[in-house]
Antibody, heavy 120, light 111 residues
Framework: EVQLVQSGAEVKKPGESLRISCKGS????????ISWVRQMPGKGLEWMGR????????NYSPSFQGHVTISADKSISTAYLQWSSLKASDTAMYYC?????????????WGQGTLVTVSS | QPVLTQSSSASASLGSSVKLTCTLS???????IAWHQQQPGKAPRYLMK???????NKGSGVPDRFSGSSSGADRYLTISNLQSEDEADYYC?????????FGTGTKVTVL
């Protein structure tokens, strides 16, 4: 069974750093991109960026480039999303999702989400 | 980069059908899209991949009530025999070599 299991909810203060994780199982982790998607409270889905776990190559949305870092450790089938200095506006639910290395393949499995709350 | 346009809401009676539309921006009418369902308080769920030809492939466990079709730049999701659990937000998604794009989502209400 394909699973993407994300780390638990986080409550942080502005200026703090954070790394959340997404662990894949039930498939070949290095055969799929992992994307991160933001959903702010009451809003829609926003694609943030993705990583190729086989070589850690990344693409970022211009809206998120420079604000977050996506990384992966293929030895433990885990992708990460991290912030060096959180802002209140980073409060959102964050999802990971996988995509096969194929031009015709969509995001086809999603993690359960990680709620990040940033408040002083 | 492509842009996806969705209406904000749709409603239909229990047991009836509803057809949602996702429109691709000019110059991108041949793009493949995907439909995702997000029930209240839950993570999104992949429903299907839909090509410009109208051919679609559904995800694992997606009921037969869900089907897809296409016309030009428009991609459709039809839900037949609408059930209470179909009340959700529905997002279309497309992608190219470097990015993914989501539509703004359609909220489906079951009357």
């Amino acid at each position: 069974e394909v699973q993407l299991v994300q780390s638990g909810a986080e409550v942080k203060k502005p200026g703090e750093s954070l790394r959340i994780s997404c662990k894949g199982s039930g498939y070949s982790f290095t055969s799929y991109w992992i994307s991160w998607v933001r959903q702010m409270p009451g809003k829609g889905l926003e694609w943030m960026g993705r990583i190729d776990p086989s070589d850690s190559y990344t693409n970022y949305s211009p809206s998120f480039q420079g604000h977050v870092t996506i990384s992966a450790d293929k030895s433990i089938s885990t992708a990460y999303l991290q912030w060096s200095s959180l802002k209140a506006s980073d409060t959102a639910m964050y999802y990971c999702a996988r995509k096969l290395y194929s031009s015709s393949s969509p995001l086809d499995y999603w993690g359960q989400g990680t709620l990040v709350t940033v408040s002083s | 980069q492509p842009v996806l346009t969705q209406s904000s809401s749709a409603s239909a009676s229990l047991g009836s059908s509803v057809k949602l539309t996702c429109t691709l921006s000019s110059g991108h009418s041949s793009y493949i899209i995907a439909w995702h369902q997000q029930q209240p308080g839950k993570a999104p769920r992949y429903l299907m991949k839909l090509e410009g030809s109208g051919s679609y492939n559904k995800g694992s466990g997606v009921p037969d009530r869900f089907s897809g079709s296409s016309s030009g730049a428009d991609r459709y999701l039809t839900i037949s025999n609408l059930q209470s659990e179909d009340e959700a937000d529905y997002y279309c998604e497309t992608w190219d070599s470097n990015t993914h794009v989501f539509g703004t989502g359609t909220k489906v209400t079951v009357l």
